[in-house]
């Protein structure tokens, strides 16, 4: 696995750097190492460590104008940006926009063999804190929430994305990781185990720090529909049998799809078809305990089949409506 990088337009390769083994999660060796850059185009240094699935990088360029610079990544990875000092601006191929980053900003971004163009504003040096991991190192600590379902399935389909169109701010706890991080003076074993445990921390406040901000926000949005969402509550209590799909449901309460699977939940705390079956359950079993045979309820629930009832009613409550009975 390897990084280029190119002056975009001179098409000269200015640094070729391989990720070592110790990058492989498999492996439990230390590595450490320094780059001087002093190209035509950009100068500064840059400093990389790597243990088991994880890669520190940490640096400044000094540029003498805007400057566009050319990478090339074979790398799958899991990338922590914190981009501390000048701002940049990137376009690829692997990104349906142009993303950019200003002073004191952050976001996570997903890369599978990146190509593409950075150009770097000259308005002073830039510098910049990363973080790499692998996507099953980092997948061991990405919450289960509305907000990272679709950057997980990108993470599952090699599709390089960022995490939201908009950046984060960095606060005052990462600033303390990050220095902690640049500064330690630690070595060998006791250094690794350090800088571990502040990769983690860092993590965390990024994931906590985006899921409250976006959290509010969808919270808010989702205030908005909420007269719209409680009427598919209303449908879905009314119609207990029947067929029904979730853009039937959005159309009759004049909304979209995404806001009606996302508000819902938001709402109830469980998905619209999970709601429809706890009803569904919750009928049979006053139905059961009135008297009526699983045949006649399973038919009043909606299942056409008895069969097929009777496995759902298992499923869900773990037990058999006869043995209900």
């Avoid at 850059?37 to 243990?51: L, M, P, T, V």
């Avoid at 074979?74 to 950019?100: K, P």
């Avoid at 390089?160 to 984060?168: C, D, Q, V, W």
Wanted: glycine share 6%; aromatic share 12%; with cysteine.
């Amino acid at each position: 696995m390897r990084t280029r990088i190119y002056d975009y337009e001179l098409q000269e390769l200015a640094i070729e750097v391989a990720y070592p083994d110790a990058f492989r999660p498999d492996q439990s060796f230390f590595m450490e190492r320094d780059y001087k850059a002093d190209h035509s185009i950009f100068g500064g240094s840059f400093k990389e460590i790597f243990f088991e699935g994880v890669h520190i990088g940490y640096g400044d360029l000094n540029l003498p104008r805007p400057t566009t610079i050319y990478f090339d990544s074979e790398v799958e990875t899991m990338e922590m940006h914190f981009a501390l000092e000048g701002t940049v601006r990137t376009s690829s191929n692997n990104f349906q926009r142009e993303i950019g980053f200003r002073p004191n900003q952050h976001n996570l971004i997903y890369s599978s063999h990146f190509k593409g163009a950075i150009d770097c504003s000259a308005e002073k040096n830039i510098k910049i804190f990363e973080v790499n991991l692998i996507p099953s190192v980092f997948e061991k600590y990405l919450p289960f929430e509305g907000i990272f379902d679709v950057f997980r399935e990108c993470i599952e389909k090699k599709q390089t994305k960022i995490l939201s169109p908009h950046n984060y701010p960095i606060n005052r706890e990462m600033r303390k990781l990050i220095y902690e991080v640049i500064h330690c003076n630690r070595t060998g074993q006791f250094k690794k185990m350090f800088l571990e445990s502040h990769v983690i921390e860092l993590l965390m406040l990024q994931l906590e720090q985006i899921c409250a901000l976006e959290c509010a926000v969808l919270s808010n949005a989702y205030k908005k529909h909420e007269e719209k969402i409680r009427a598919v509550q209303e449908i879905l209590t009314q119609k207990i049998t029947g067929h029904i799909t979730i853009n039937s449901l959005a159309q009759q309460v004049g909304t979209n799809v995404f806001t009606l699977k996302k508000g819902f939940k938001e709402i109830f705390g469980t998905t619209i078809f999970g709601y429809w079956n706890q009803i569904k359950m919750n009928k049979a079993t006053s139905l059961l305990l009135d008297g009526l045979s699983v045949s006649e309820v399973s038919t009043k629930v909606g299942y056409k089949n008895p069969q097929h009832f009777s496995t759902a009613f298992k499923r869900y409550f773990g037990y058999s409506p006869s043995k209900l009975k």
